[in-house]
């Protein structure tokens, strides 16, 4: 088999690398990779193998099959984490309304929270609204992701895509070696627990949601995933709970135990 990528700019990298690194990954997370994904894959993986110290790829995914702790640098390459505050912001106007009519606690679930722009939204919309009972699980697959969220450090330049009214509610501004960053107000950190948690595998929750976030993830699944997927969160929803996908994701027309209600929004058929 050729070599995908010239050697001689790094490390050999064939078409049989290429399919295992796609067989792997789909296994271990559900993602599909496209033909066009190569170089991506090239360029992420190669990082981590000149971190290691290997002579190429074949050595690495000899590696990779012997080491679990590799397997989760590999998962944390290989997804894709791009995520902002109040991405699609129909979904915090929505919340809002929702909250609004609700006097009882809400349980809101972030299921691919990435860095934690997602959930501290959530959090930070409901906290606004001087909701003090509601509670967000925000769960990613990714450990670095999730490290970065805890830490809960984000640079200012992000403060621009939050309603400036809610910012100054929920934001601290960072000062001395801090300067140029901001994190969420202690009343936002106690709202959002971060796990965790791959959405292929078992979901050890022993209460449901109201309101489940799951955006901009289930793009990278194939279609027996996501309908799979979509039949665990209506059993994980309350009756009348809501699911939120992201801009390029929507449900089967054939899919019967959602009604969609707005623009990316589906509410669970009750009974
Ligand atoms: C593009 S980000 C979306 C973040 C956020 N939901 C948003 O819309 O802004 C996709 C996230 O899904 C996570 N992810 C990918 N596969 C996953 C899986 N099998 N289980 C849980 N999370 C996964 C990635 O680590 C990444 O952080």
């Known amino acids: 088999m050729g070599s995908l990528l010239n050697p001689a700019d790094g490390f050999a990298f064939t078409a049989e690398d290429f399919a295992f690194v796609r067989s792997r990954i789909f296994d271990m997370a559900g993602i599909r990779l496209s033909d066009q994904k190569d170089k991506m894959v090239y360029s992420r993986l190669s990082r981590r193998i000149r971190e290691l110290g290997l002579g190429d790829f074949s050595q690495y995914l000899r590696f990779l099959d012997s080491s679990r702790d590799e397997q989760v640098h590999f998962v944390n ?22 909250a609004a009519g609700h006097s009882e606690p809400l349980r809101v679930w972030s299921a691919a929270c990435s860095t934690g722009e997602e959930p501290y939204s959530i959090a930070a919309q409901l906290v606004a609204l001087g909701r003090e009972q509601d509670r967000i699980l925000a769960t990613d697959l990714n450990t670095q992701v999730l490290h970065t969220a805890e830490t809960g450090f984000y640079d200012i330049n992000e403060a621009a895509n939050i309603p400036p009214g809610i910012l100054k509610q929920t934001f601290l501004k960072g000062t001395g070696r801090h300067s140029g960053l901001m994190q969420p107000s202690r009343a936002l950190r106690a709202r959002v627990s971060f796990r965790q948690l791959n959405l292929i595998g078992p979901w050890p929750f022993k209460q ?24 665990r969160f209506c059993q994980q929803l309350k009756p009348g709970g809501y699911l939120l996908l992201g801009h390029a994701e929507g449900l089967d027309k054939a899919q019967r135990d959602f009604v969609s209600i707005g623009k990316t929004i589906y509410q669970k058929v009750a009974g």
């Open 77 to 98: 390459a290989l997804t894709t984490n791009k995520t902002q505050f109040f991405r699609e912001s129909h979904h915090f106007d929505f919340l809002a309304e929702l």
């Open 208 to 231: 449901s949601f109201d309101v489940i976030f799951c955006r901009n993830v289930m793009i990278y699944f194939d279609k027996p995933t996501q309908n799979r997927l979509v039949t």
